[in-house]
């Protein structure tokens, strides 16, 4: 009998798993059959997920992890943990649909959050056209309700940004009941965009398809200042699959890498630091590939003048014969 046994299940119910994160929760779990069967309760670890990813309460959302086949407690341990490195070759099955669960935060504060189905029948324009999820119309503007003091220098504006900015979002496929994590948490690379005079933080998960390939789950957040309120503001969100040139993939291949991805193993999520590295590396490879290209380009238009040359010299010494 271990001390567990003594106390009653109200009290656990009540006074203590109510207190727990879903790490501690899920350890208490292994540690007795009684709190086996405790923490395995679905209002706990609904009222975790809620708190974590405020977007989960949505009812559509409630409707879809309930179909898990543990619940909320499967969705957890599905999103609360990084997406392995390397894409997992599997089989794929159509899906009718994606829905995305987006949360964004300021020092700990909710500032947006939305959940976005996106409809994936097999078409030829699903199949062939750029995947793209933008969950904020061209010129809507949301406003975070947040006071921003950084707006005098801009450097300090971005270092602000980039310590203080989190982002959670979760893709999931009710077909294959399934769900991946596809931000790095904490923005991989912070810059103003000097044309529209926003600033970008992107969010990157990095995963490698072969040795030397990789493609990137992009995500694009856009900021800005209200500048009579000095009010914190959200300009676009959206989430595209890159390859190792910068290209965006299809819908097609973009299913492909998010199911792979869904299908892989999970591994312990990192502060950020190493999702930099990962995506800076990345960033690296894509600069290197492009140069490559550009170099072969340019000796093609090298061959090419060169051939036209030869045919035009020897057309006229032809003539003048």
Excluded at 292 to 309: W, Y
Aim: aromatic letters at 8%; a neutral charge.
């Amino acid at each position: 009998m271990t001390i567990a046994d003594n106390i009653h299940d109200d009290i656990f119910q009540t006074h203590i798993l109510t207190k727990l994160d879903g790490q501690t929760l899920a350890a208490a779990g292994c540690t007795s059959s009684k709190l086996q069967s405790l923490c395995s309760d679905q209002h706990l670890w609904s009222d975790i997920c809620h708190a974590t990813w405020p977007s989960t309460a949505d009812p559509l959302l409630t409707t879809t992890i309930s179909a898990f086949s543990s619940g909320h407690r499967s969705f957890f341990s599905d999103t609360f943990t990084s997406p392995t490195r390397r894409l997992t070759t599997a089989t794929r099955r159509p899906t009718n649909e994606i829905i995305s669960a987006v949360d964004l935060r300021y020092a700990g504060e909710l500032i947006f959050s939305k959940v976005e189905s996106t409809k994936t029948v097999p078409s030829d324009w699903f199949q062939t056209s750029p995947f793209r999820v933008d969950l904020l119309e061209p010129k809507e503007v949301v406003l975070s309700g947040v006071k921003f003091s950084g707006t005098g220098d801009d450097h300090v504006m971005l270092s602000e940004l980039e310590n203080n900015m989190m982002l959670s979002w979760i893709v999931i496929d009710p077909t294959r009941n399934r769900a991946v994590n596809l931000s790095s948490g904490k923005p991989v690379l912070v810059q103003r965009n000097w044309l529209s005079n926003g600033i970008e933080l992107t969010f990157a998960v990095v995963v490698s398809v072969k040795d030397d390939d990789c493609v990137t789950c992009n995500v694009q957040v856009t900021c800005g200042v209200n500048e009579g309120r000095g009010e914190l503001t959200v300009r676009g969100v959206s989430l595209t699959v890159l390859d190792v040139y910068g290209k965006c993939l299809s819908g097609k291949d973009s299913m492909v890498i998010l199911q792979g991805i869904m299908a892989g193993e999970r591994r312990r999520r990192g502060g950020g630091e190493e999702e930099r590295v990962r995506y800076r590396e990345y960033m690296r490879m894509r600069r290197e590939r492009n140069e490559r290209m550009e170099r072969r380009e340019r000796r093609l238009d090298m061959a090419c003048i060169a051939s036209g040359v030869a045919i035009f010299v020897a057309f006229w010494s032809f003539v003048m014969c």
